[in-house]
């Protein structure tokens, strides 16, 4: 029973061409988000949804278009890919509380994305 | 600016002996601090939280926590280190402006036999 799942798991594809990568949870959380961890492990949020609102949304390039058809996924589609986009691409997903974010994330494999 | 920081690149110790990874952190208001430890090639795992309460904090597989509030710091510990505790380990912070999870740089924890 996977709780936050990711697909695919790697993709490697080249300069200019448009990729997805998606993510679904089962756990009931109300909240999901897209973080990239870059090959120095560091790691960053890029998007956050509520109840398929976006509520966060960092400074990263408009090539990357987040979409929640529901509470339970959230997509993650990048146009004209670069090199940069290189990393490793996780889903998250949380329980909002009443606006404050106490509760712990859950996190996915992640997705390698490989650009050449 | 809400920031949180490990100093420590990489932890080596044996098994069997306690470990601390440390964390200091820099925020408004009242912190709300996250563990997180991520083994290779997988996703972030969550091991412990504080929010409010007792300042030591217990936690997955035998990790625990200590809220420091005058230190600024909430440095993660185990009595006796496993081979198999050996992974990448976050610290992390809430920013109460954003709700958004601030990590660390990370610490390499390696237990050796």
């Known amino acids: 029973d996977t709780a936050v799942s990711q697909t695919p798991k790697y993709l490697v594809t080249q300069m200019g061409n448009d990729k997805s990568i998606k993510c679904e949870q089962n756990l009931g959380h109300d909240t999901m988000y897209w973080y990239k961890q870059d090959s120095k492990k560091f790691l960053k949020i890029m998007f956050s949804y509520n109840n398929k609102e976006l509520i966060i949304n960092e400074t990263v390039p408009n090539r990357f278009s987040p979409k929640s058809p529901d509470k339970a996924h959230l997509n993650l589609h990048i146009n004209s890919l670069e090199l940069g986009d290189s990393a490793v691409y996780f889903c998250?997903?949380?329980?909002?509380?009443?606006?404050?974010?106490?509760?712990?994330?859950?996190f996915g494999p992640g997705t390698r994305l490989t650009v050449t | 600016a809400q920031s949180v920081a490990q100093p420590e690149d990489q932890v080596n110790v044996a098994e069997g002996n306690p470990l601390t990874v440390k964390c200091t952190y820099s925020?408004?208001?009242?912190?709300?601090l996250f563990w997180y430890v991520q083994y290779p090639n997988r996703g972030l795992q969550f091991l412990l939280k504080y929010i409010t309460g007792d300042n030591l904090v217990k936690g997955s597989y035998g990790f625990e926590a200590e809220f420091n509030k005058s230190q600024t710091s909430f440095h993660l510990k185990k009595p006796s280190a496993l081979v198999s505790d050996s992974a990448l380990y976050f610290c992390a912070v809430r920013d109460p402006n954003t709700d958004k999870l601030i990590f660390g740089t990370g610490t390499r924890l390696q237990v050796f036999p």
């Open positions: 998250a997903s949380s329980q909002w509380s009443g606006g404050a974010m106490e509760y712990e994330q859950y």
């Open positions: 925020v408004s208001g009242n912190p709300y």
